[in-house]
């Protein structure tokens, strides 16, 4: 769930899915430098961001937000609109050939999103990528207050289910290490990266759990 940094390790050109769960596979991610560059350019930075699964901080206030938010929230019900609210912002790193690269992997089951609705209204969500055990967290937006920090809460109560061991943030924000995330070495997450990649997990679509369940499981074990 990066911001755009640097970490440059070169011009990949014309990039297909099967090129880009490899790049995954090896431990780098693709990122354009704006929405109006049709240029991808692989990231390979020296440290790594990770939101450990079981140690998310979720503070009273955040609790309460859950539980009376009263949003919809709901699993790959809209992953090109997800995508789409991701790269609003007006500086974003996800451009055309990227947005395309992601429909793609979603259709072949390695791109999921979570979204949450006010009515019909898609007020946030997020997005990533999967392989094996592992969730590359791609991006999150928030179009209602704490957004973005619901989708997350629910996210990784539903990885946990699901049977991941890594969750890649790419880069650490201060947006994500306000709920737990840290920063690791490139040898480190390497060596978590294999170990994720031989598990296996499936992201799926399980029948979502009360938010009360969601909350007792996480605080029992964040």
Request: hydrophobic share 40%; proline share 5%; net charge positive.
């Amino acid at each position: 769930m990066a911001e755009r940094k640097p970490g440059l390790r070169r011009d990949i050109g014309v990039l297909s899915p099967k090129q880009l769960l490899s790049g995954y596979a090896r431990g780098i991610f693709p990122m354009a430098a704006s929405a109006s560059d049709p240029r991808l350019l692989w990231f390979d930075p020296p440290r790594r961001g990770i939101m450990p699964l079981h140690q998310m901080r979720i503070t009273r206030s955040l609790a309460r937000r859950v539980r009376n938010c009263g949003w919809d929230v709901r699993l790959n019900h809209d992953f090109d609109a997800t995508v789409a609210g991701c790269a609003e912002r007006d500086e974003t790193w996800i451009n055309a050939p990227l947005s395309r690269l992601y429909r793609r992997l979603h259709e072949m089951g390695n791109a999921h999103s979570i979204e949450l609705y006010e009515g019909d209204a898609l007020v946030g969500g997020l997005f990533g990528v999967t392989l094996g055990g592992a969730f590359f967290g791609e991006s999150m937006f928030s179009r209602r207050r704490d957004a973005s920090k619901v989708a997350m809460v629910w996210l990784i109560h539903h990885l946990r289910k699901s049977g991941f061991r890594l969750f890649d943030t790419q880069y650490l924000t201060t947006h994500l290490a306000s709920l737990g995330g840290r920063e690791i070495s490139r040898a480190d997450y390497r060596v978590r990266l294999d170990f994720a990649l031989t598990l296996p997990a499936v992201f799926g679509v399980r029948p979502l759990p009360p938010v009360q369940l969601v909350l007792q499981e996480m605080t029992q074990t964040s």
